[in-house]
């Protein structure tokens, strides 16, 4: 069925790159996406690609498709302590409703730290 | 209100009591959805509605109830809390559901039932 998966925890330092990698199983999905939960907060979209794009560049950060393995990456250059926080891979599929349900599809979320 | 606004911001409440979360926009979106998110299990949708009038249950919408009379507002309802509905819960909207279909989340309640 479909799934998303994450690694739970990462730990860098800071001024380095971290790359939080994410796979999912539905290749149907037309976009994914990557939000940010800071402490305490609701989530916030980071960014997100387009099913057709093998790469996308904004500021420090680089998001990476490969479909062939349904691998998801995202790369966080120049890592600094505001950017620990937890990311989550997400992958939303609108289904025809069947029994009034749908599905939207949420990795766990990786947790981010970054030691100074 | 800018954005989305959920109240409370937290809540102890006694097993067996009724209790409604409140949502709202400000950003006329039609889609509005509700997750609880546990540790170790992620996001987990409860319910949505695509939009005014209409609800659909998520993954986990035992013991809750959502109305929609409107496009802004979108509570939700535990009839009778159990400790396992121990939870943080995001309310979130997105303009519809077709195409890009990017989530806006609330600031969360936090809601420990005793």
């Known amino acids: 069925g479909e799934d998303v998966e994450q690694s739970l925890f990462l730990s860098v330092r800071e001024g380095d790159s971290s790359v939080i990698n994410c796979t999912y199983t539905d290749s149907s999905s037309t976009y994914l996406y990557w939000y940010k939960q800071e402490p305490g907060a609701g989530l916030q979209l980071l960014t997100y690609?387009?099913?057709n794009m093998d790469m996308k560049q904004d500021q420090r950060l680089t998001v990476l498709l490969n479909k062939k393995d349904k691998h998801l990456s995202l790369r966080i250059a120049d890592t600094q302590t505001g950017d620990s926080a937890i990311y989550f891979c997400?992958?939303?599929?609108?289904?025809?409703?069947?029994?009034?349900?749908?599905?939207?599809?949420w990795g766990l979320g990786t947790s981010l730290a970054v030691n100074p | 209100i800018a954005g989305i606004t959920q109240a409370p911001t937290s809540q102890i409440l006694a097993a067996g009591r009724r209790m409604t979360l409140r949502c709202t926009q400000d950003m006329r979106h039609n889609a509005m959805y509700w997750y609880r998110q546990d540790l170790g299990l992620g996001l987990r949708l409860i319910h949505y509605s695509n939009t005014a009038g209409t609800t659909g249950k998520g993954e986990v919408p035992d013991g809750y109830s959502v109305s929609r009379a409107n496009t802004d507002d979108f509570p939700l309802t535990l009839a009778s809390a159990v400790p396992s509905q121990t939870s943080v819960y995001f309310c979130?909207?997105?303009?519809?559901?077709?195409?890009?279909?990017?989530?806006?989340f609330g600031p969360g309640t936090r809601l420990t039932v005793l």
């Open positions: 690609i387009f099913s």
């Open positions: 979130a909207s997105s303009p519809g559901l077709a195409g890009f279909n990017e989530q806006f």
């Open positions: 997400a992958e939303i599929l609108i289904l025809v409703a069947t029994g009034n349900n749908r599905k939207l599809i």
